[in-house]
């Protein structure tokens, strides 16, 4: 079964400094790759998303995320953080399984922002 | 509507209650799945609707807790007999599947702001 390790379960930052959440997936193929921003008591809204193509992908809100397949990894990195960027992040992963394509998350990145 | 609806928002019950949490999705999305977000497990999986076809419910963590969704569009989730640790916020998300000729395109899960169960 595929798994995701997100090993920063909370980081600090300066605003105006740059950020770079990790994300690890375990998959024997490429699967489908995703980050999601909560904030506190919303629900999850999508960043931005990796299916296949070019391996940089652009989101929301000035993120971006690299697909590195030799690293399984998919990395979420902004050059200039906001206040309003402090916020649990997810990643996800999914595989069509027979055309559910459940999302396994990753346990969380909490972003604090200090001024 | 613009986007998922769950209701309620919050709900606190006793042990051993009932409950029905709903869900409204996207108008003309045909997947709709719900995931449970808690302190101890993070976010899980819990059951999977696609048009008319079989539920996948390989995520449901007891036969206490069924799914079901009526007319391709709206979806209750029923907890019996709720447990203390059955707390959680409950996730309804839907998206829209695509699959083109020989190429497969899928779509994005677009989440609802949840449910806050608390079992006292």
């Known amino acids: 079964a595929q798994s995701v390790t997100q090993p920063d379960i909370h980081i600090t930052v300066s605003e105006g400094a740059s950020l770079e959440l990790r994300c690890n997936y375990s998959y024997g193929a490429t699967p489908y790759l995703f980050w999601y921003v909560q904030s506190p008591g919303q629900g999850l809204q999508l960043l931005l998303k990796y299916f296949s193509g070019d391996t940089l992908v652009q989101g929301i809100k000035g993120f971006e995320a690299e697909f590195k397949r030799s690293q399984s990894s998919f990395n979420l990195r902004k050059p200039s953080v906001h206040w309003s960027d402090a916020a649990e992040y997810f990643c996800?992963?999914?595989?069509?399984?027979?055309?559910?394509?459940?999302?396994?998350f990753g346990t969380g990145t909490r972003l604090t922002i200090i001024p | 509507g613009a986007g998922v609806s769950q209701s309620p928002s919050n709900k606190v019950t006793e042990k051993g209650k009932d409950v029905e949490l709903r869900c409204d999705p996207i108008?003309?999305?045909?997947?709709l799945y719900w995931y449970r977000q808690s302190l101890g497990q993070g976010l899980e999986f819990l059951i999977y609707f696609q048009g008319n076809s079989a539920p996948d419910k390989s995520g449901l963590p007891s036969d206490r807790f069924s799914a079901e969704r009526t007319g391709g569009s709206v979806s209750t989730l029923t907890i019996q007999r709720t447990q203390q640790e059955d707390s959680a916020v409950y996730l309804c998300a839907s998206s829209s599947r695509v699959r083109a000729g020989g190429s497969k395109i899928t779509d994005t899960q677009y989440f609802g702001p949840g449910t806050r169960l608390t079992v006292l």
């Open positions: 996800a992963v999914a595989i069509d399984n027979f055309g559910n394509e459940k999302l396994t």
């Open positions: 108008s003309g999305h045909t997947a």
